[in-house]
């Protein structure tokens, strides 16, 4: 994955920060609903563009049927993608949160940033 930024941090609804956080979607990657590619059981996939305009292929971790935190088979995908590094094997950029507000109830999205393979 790659090394997030050392100014990276969480704001508190208090006003305070939580240094070493991840990125935030929007501010780091280009990206509509429109641009949906593709849905499945585990996600939503979106082509996007980073700040350098190369493509990308952002998944939406699916998180509403979970009832006991961050689903395991999101874990398992990150844990095997992030060490797995082959020419035939999408490569995993980072993973990045989406902006956490009163009106999402302080619950955000996790994606997953892929490079993006045409197909």
Same mark, same amino acid.
């Given at each position: 994955?790659?090394?997030?930024?050392?100014?990276?941090?969480?704001?508190?609804?208090?006003?305070?920060?939580?240094?070493?956080?991840?990125?935030?979607?929007?501010?780091?990657?280009?990206?509509?609903?429109?641009?949906?590619?593709?849905?499945?059981?585990?996600?939503?996939?979106?082509?996007?563009?980073?700040?350098?305009?190369?493509?990308?292929? +952002? !998944?939406?971790?699916?998180?509403? %049927?979970?009832? =006991?935190?961050?689903?395991?088979?999101?874990?398992? $995908?990150? #844990?095997?993608?992030?060490? +797995? !590094?082959?020419?035939?094997?999408? %490569?995993?950029? =980072?993973?990045?949160?989406?902006?956490?507000?009163? $009106?999402? #109830?302080?619950?955000?999205?996790?994606?997953?940033?892929?490079?993006?393979?045409?197909?």
């Amino acid at each position: 994955m790659a090394a997030v930024a050392g100014d990276a941090k969480i704001e508190l609804v208090d006003g305070g920060y939580i240094p070493g956080a991840t990125r935030i979607v929007d501010e780091a990657y280009d990206y509509t609903d429109a641009d949906q590619i593709g849905e499945g059981t585990y996600g939503k996939v979106y082509k996007g563009k980073d700040k350098k305009g190369k493509s990308v292929a +952002l !998944k939406m971790i699916r998180m509403d %049927n979970e009832k =006991e935190g961050f689903p395991i088979t999101a874990i398992r $995908e990150i #844990k095997l993608l992030s060490t +797995l !590094k082959h020419e035939n094997i999408v %490569n995993l950029r =980072e993973i990045v949160r989406s902006r956490v507000n009163k $009106e999402s #109830k302080y619950k955000g999205d996790i994606f997953m940033v892929f490079d993006y393979a045409e197909h």
